[in-house]
């Protein structure tokens, strides 16, 4: 039988089946068919195109944001451009006769100056408080610019002292300044100086007037003729930085700088610059008289608007790690190794406020101990940070439930501490 070919299951005819019309012919109904597919392959394809796309979108938004979250580094913190000099004239005694606090942004070329008064309290690492011309007399320039520091909480980079003598003979290199004096200069019952406008004063004279408090006034009174007196000596220094740097060394053993000549100059010739441009913020450092009763009015800070200062004139001199929170720290030697509190203040000032390093009565502490005056996470995290500072176990934080305002973290420093 031939392949392909039913096999027949009667012995009769097949029966008729009558042709039924069901749609075009099997050719047309076989191109609808394919044209049908056609459209529908075409319709998934478009589809699937719509869907890649808005999923490579997505993930390469992804890829873009993974990258910059894991692979990128952070951003590096901005380098800072302000730089601040101490700047002080001694006495006879080495007590300071005036001092202040000059700032220079060398990226937007503005200065400030700070004028401090001189009996203005500080506290000074293994001295106590004492005032800041003081200060300059027991400890040296490098106890004034911590004091400085710690007082209104800025870095102090560099330190510039000046006897009496090396600032008359400033002033007399520069040919002295030009002011105008606003009161007569008594000295001893002697008229040393007249008022009068636009005067040409000496070194002498200029220091003079400087300094003058007059009967009835205290050392606030006599800061704005210190400003005035060195503006006109900034506005006559020699306008290249060779040259500035020359009259600096000239001074020989009259001027002692933490500072190389060249750095020194240009720094001040930045502020002479600034000053000269109206880019410069002079202003009295804020502070309220106390009563010693000895007729010499000390002053104190005036805690706020010092922060103001800080805050508008030197904000690129508040150290980076610094919280902006509670952070005093008092630290109290207990063993009265000399100089061990201030090494201690040393390593905490970068994060902390230092508000004093004093002697622990008794001495005779075997144990450094870190202590905070509540249990909160905050108070814990900070006495556990300054513990890690000095390289004490978190087994040296306690709490204690003493009340005190002296400080939000005091350290006592035993005879386990290592420096």
Do not use: C
């Not at 009769?12 to 459209?39: D, K």
């Not at 933490?258 to 913020?281: H, I, M, S």
């Amino acid at each position: 039988m031939a392949k392909g070919k039913r096999r027949a299951t009667g012995a009769g005819a097949p029966a008729q089946v009558t042709p039924q019309t069901l749609g075009p012919s099997r050719r047309a109904s076989r191109a609808a068919e394919r044209e049908r597919r056609r459209r529908a392959r075409r319709r998934r394809t478009s589809a699937l195109v719509v869907v890649g796309a808005v999923l490579l979108l997505v993930a390469g938004v992804l890829l873009v944001g993974n990258a910059v979250r894991k692979d990128d580094p952070p951003p590096a913190p901005k380098e800072r451009t302000q730089r601040t000099l101490l700047f002080s004239v001694t006495g006879t005694n080495g007590a300071g006769r005036f001092t202040t606090l000059y700032a220079y942004d060398t990226d937007t070329t503005r200065a400030a100056v700070v004028l401090i008064p001189p009996s203005t309290l500080t506290d000074v690492a293994g001295i106590g408080n004492v005032v800041l011309g003081n200060a300059l007399r027991l400890g040296g320039a490098d106890a004034a610019r911590d004091a400085v520091s710690d007082l209104m909480g800025v870095i102090v980079d560099h330190t510039w002292t000046l006897t009496a003598d090396g600032f008359v003979a400033l002033v007399d290199r520069v040919g002295g300044v030009v002011v105008d004096v606003d009161a007569d200069v008594v000295v001893k019952n002697e008229v040393v100086l007249r008022a009068g406008g636009a005067q040409r004063l000496g070194g002498t004279a200029a220091l003079q007037y400087a300094t003058y408090v007059q009967k009835g006034q205290d050392q606030v009174t006599f800061q704005a003729r210190l400003q005035r007196v060195l503006e006109a000596l900034f506005a006559a220094l020699p306008e290249d930085v060779p040259g500035l740097a020359t009259s600096i060394t000239a001074l020989g053993g009259a001027s002692a700088t933490t500072w190389e000549p060249n750095a020194l100059a240009a720094f001040l010739d930045g502020v002479r610059k600034a000053q000269v441009a109206e880019r410069y913020e002079p202003q009295v450092l804020p502070v309220t008289p106390i009563d010693t009763g000895s007729g010499n009015p000390a002053f104190s800070i005036k805690v706020d608007e010092v922060a103001t200062v800080v805050n508008t004139s030197l904000a690129g001199s508040i150290p980076p790690n610094r919280d902006v929170g509670d952070n005093r720290v008092l630290v109290l030697n207990g063993v009265g190794t000399p100089g061990l509190g201030d090494g201690v203040a040393d390593k905490l000032r970068g994060e902390f406020r230092v508000v004093g390093t004093r002697n622990k009565q008794g001495f005779g502490e075997k144990e450094s101990v870190v202590v905070v005056f509540d249990n909160t996470d905050a108070s814990i995290a900070k006495a556990r940070r300054a513990a890690e500072l000095l390289g004490l176990p978190e087994t040296a934080v306690r709490t204690s439930t003493l009340t005190q305002s002296v400080a939000d973290v005091i350290v006592v420093i035993g005879a386990d501490y290592r420096a």
